[in-house]
């Protein structure tokens, strides 16, 4: 009943995304209105037992149909989606530049949740690609965006050739269009030896890449900024997700078999390390967007733990262990997606009205934008991963499961899971500081430019559509349990086991004694703890407040021709990274403090350039780059050949084609 | 019905016993601190007094403070508490102790510590921003080395539950191990590191260039400050206790026999006493490292986690868990 009607509305979404001149003021609103039905409608499947269904649209492939099908797992993915675009489609009402591809956008990711077959998949994913890499090239006149553009269609193609291949070799012989189907594939036997570990290098390095994935991660800081900040809010909160969601199709759905232990351990791996490099570069980014993209690549390491810890466990037969990992997994999904939508919303309206999106010419900002940056602070705390925000209890979770993972045994493995907690630790604190830095610099201090000084507060449905995140981010936070309960149908599908005994109301436990984290307690206990100390300070303590200049350890009052002192003498962002860039970035991100520093009696200036450079693009990007250089280059020699050179090259390659064929027949 | 009492009860006591004794604690170190030195030290009731002068006084905010920077002492004083009623001291059972998580009580630490940062870069001053940025940079490292002691403690008792595992230790079940000795090395670096004391940082100057803890708040003045020292005080205690609680837990009582807690308490003053005294002991004898030697100093925190987790695999056969 709800599959229909899902795929009525996005059947619904993509007739909005036609473009004619007198829908133009209506386009955002209804697309606002079909994601919240979608939502409300999605929640209600998910409540009432998820019990999955399965439909055949009549268009398609020549000979095919398409299928949709809806479940727990989808069901879990597609209420963020929804819950966010919504969110995103209220705060960009008025757009007019990227209208159209809005809601392609929307409705390509949820044709790509809702696919019961590879094609529809496919289909889904690479329009979704496509429709964002449009928003990307709106400001095409910027060199910066068209190269992101370019990086960002390349990754995207790269991941489709990675995925097809990767579903054919779960489909079962024989009927290739009909096989590809989703229960065809789980009916057939598990591709096994070195075509099950090509599934998964395939659906790794297909999903991760679309997910931003260490080392696949080198176009997301530079994509994400570049669109539109609805965009780049769906882009980080949603889209990332969707390829997560693949990862996970495949892995513990479509693959039929619980795969061997190791598995997990790449997966761990690659996780790990987007989650530590992705929090450096957040801490290191000068550009607003451009930090919580790097964010983004360390959240979605911390989900690929989840996933690599649950994929371990299945394969150890510990079905409880496995849930409990994969819960962390679907759980911080569910909770980054909407704190990364509201950041990036929040983030967005600051540097419009700031006039920039460097972190060193925004500044002050909570006095000018309070309802703003009382929403970033929201989205903050949960990106800090601070108790009881989202954030913490999804990685309190995460970080449960790993403790609890060297029950799978194995020396070599338990070591593994040990480095896995203290990297995780890393990550986490890195990403404190991060949010730190994004709002002490931007939000919190001195304005630094003219036009920051007098930066206005968003429009009325912008805010809107930020407090509304908000206020479900901290709902989230304080009722981890019901919306547990909700991915738990998903759970007992991939991993015969769930939390129904462990995610309480109030008290969720990472085993089935009754210790765990009490959200609600601890949002109480620091409640209690706060009004007693307002109370008790306006009993005992004397009223009101002195204004003056800062103290500063005595430094002098502001001249009155600088009203808010000299900007430049607060810490800004390049300086708020100094003690982290100096401790991690030189051997993590090749940090370089060139400083220039003119003689004595020299009137010019001193300067001090910071380079940095990402380990992926250095030892991976940048070689692919120079090899596909000199193969264009040595093929451009084949434009020049003589007649008889050409027909032979064509004759050649004929003959070689239908060898192969031949071979492959045989 | 009688037993629950007793648990809120203990809590109770707990709370009144933990905001009392922090301010002392403070006086004790700073006296035991000046006759090492040789002076003749302030009165242990010091800090007290200084609270009280405190409380009768305006803040003086800056021009451009905003609300952010006025609710941060009451945010980090409430985080600290909050944290502060979920660490056992002299009893075990009270009636948090269910949901004592290790990992919340590490969270709501760092949720006095961020609100502190961004109460720092909010007057926009170079002293709050010096101070943000290197206390985020040393909880960088502070925290993989918790979350590995966290680690071993949960390999050793099946629990990240505070109460559980002082409850498990106290039973002697698992005897002494060389795991428990490298992460009491490493938790008290780490101590000592988010306490802001010696050789990190040193929680009685005010020079530029050393300064952390104490370049955050430069811009608090009057009550807000009472209530910024105090918070400082009660994460000191906070620490010593749940050290104490961990790797000492002999003679902690329990919440439903109430004969027990005299001697529970006595045992927890001493317990906390002893800690104080080694603390002072070890702040006198050695000088301030410069800042970017803290990374190392808790790399070897770091270092300890790790091998008291590998240990723990090699030696036991990993049988202690299952």
Redesign the interface.
Known sequence: MILPLLAWLVLALLILAIPAPFSQPYVMPAVAGVCGAAAVAVLGFLAFGAEASEIVVPVGLPGASMRLALDGLSGVFLLLLFVSAGACAVYGHGDRESLAFFPLFVAAMALALLAADGFTLLLGFEAMSLASWAAILVHHEEKASRDAALLYVGMAAFSAACLLPALILLSPAGDRIDGLGFAAMRGAAAPEGFRGVLVLVLVVLGAGSKAGLFPMHVWLPLAHPAAPSHFSALMSGAMTKVALYVMIRVLFDLYAAPPPAWWGVPVIALGAASAVLGGLRANLEGDVKAVLAASTIENVGLIAIGIGVALTARGGDLPGLAALALAGALLHAVNHGVFKTLLFLGVGAASHAGGSRAISKLGGLIHRMPVTTGCVLAGGSALAALPPSSGFASEWLLFQSVLAAPRIGGLGLQIVFAVTVALMAVAAALAASAMVRLIGVAFLGRPRTPRGAVADETDRPARAAMLGLAGVSVALGLLPGPMLRLINPALHALTGSDLAERAGLLLVTPTSVALGYCAPAVAMLVGLGFFAALLVLRRLAVRGHVRGPAWANGFAASPAWLPFGDPVTQYGGDSFAQPIRRALGGALMAALEEVDMPAPGETRAGNLAIHLADPAERYLFAPIGRLRRAISSRADAMTFLSIRATLAVMFVALVVLLVVIAWVQA | MIPAFLAALAQVLHVVLMLAMAPLLVGVLRRVKARLLGRAGASVLQPFFEVARL??????????A???F?AV???A???T??AA?LVPSFTLGMS?A??S?L??IV??L??A??SL??G???????????G???E??F??????????V??TL??LAG???L??IAGVLREGALGLRVSLGMILVACLAIALAENGRLPVDNPAT?L?LTMVHEAMV??Y???DL??IELTAALKLLLWLTLISSIFFPFGLAIAAAPLQWPLGLAVWVGKVAALALGLALFETAVAKMR??RV?EFLGVA?LL??LA??FL??STG?AA??
């Open positions: 409380l009768r006084k305006q803040p003086v905010l800056a021009h451009n905003s609300f952010l006025r002492p009451a945010v004083f409430a985080a508490l909050a009623c948090l269910p949901v998580d990992l919340a969270g709501l760092t949720v510590r961020v940062a961004l720092a870069m909010d007057v926009g001053t170079a002293f709050g921003g010096i943000a940025s290197r985020m940079m909880s960088t490292f502070a925290e993989p080395a918790m979350m590995l966290i680690f949960a390999l629990s990240t539950n109460d559980f005010h530029e430069l811009e003045s009057g009550r009472a209530l800042v970017f990374p770091i986690g790790l987790a590998v695999f090699v990993f868990v299952t």
